[in-house]
């Protein structure tokens, strides 16, 4: 059973930085897909970020060259750097994994940026 762990939410001031962490139990950490969705307040939740088991990587153009996702399988961590936030991207962010057999969810972490 793996288990998604999702840190570093806050609140933050416009044009300012946060890094997100989802920490991921279980074995075989480096082999699936994952990605981060994020929801805000009456929508939908959204996928914003990918990255594979190459490390190869793909955004939605509301978040392409802001936000960074990377990983480290030696620490079953992704990561997810944000930066020159706006208060569009107030939400509460989600990690994912795709296995062959399920979706695995973290709780998620709210992000608050002020204007």
């Known amino acids: 059973q793996v288990q998604l762990v999702e840190s570093g939410g806050g609140l933050v001031q416009s044009g300012g930085s946060l890094r997100l962490s989802c920490v991921a139990s279980g074995n075989d950490f480096g082999i699936y897909p994952m990605g981060w969705y994020r929801q805000a307040p009456g929508e939908e939740r959204d996928l914003i970020a990918r990255?594979?088991?190459?490390?190869?990587?793909n955004y939605v153009d509301s978040v392409r060259g802001r936000f960074t996702v990377s990983r480290d399988n030696a620490k079953n961590a992704m990561y997810l750097e944000m930066n020159s936030l706006t208060p569009e991207d107030t939400a509460v962010y989600y990690c994912?994994?795709?296995?062959?057999?399920?979706?695995?969810w973290g709780r998620g972490t709210q992000v608050t940026v002020s204007s």
């Open positions: 994912i994994m795709w296995t062959k057999q399920r979706n695995y």
């Open positions: 990255i594979f088991r190459d490390g190869s990587t």
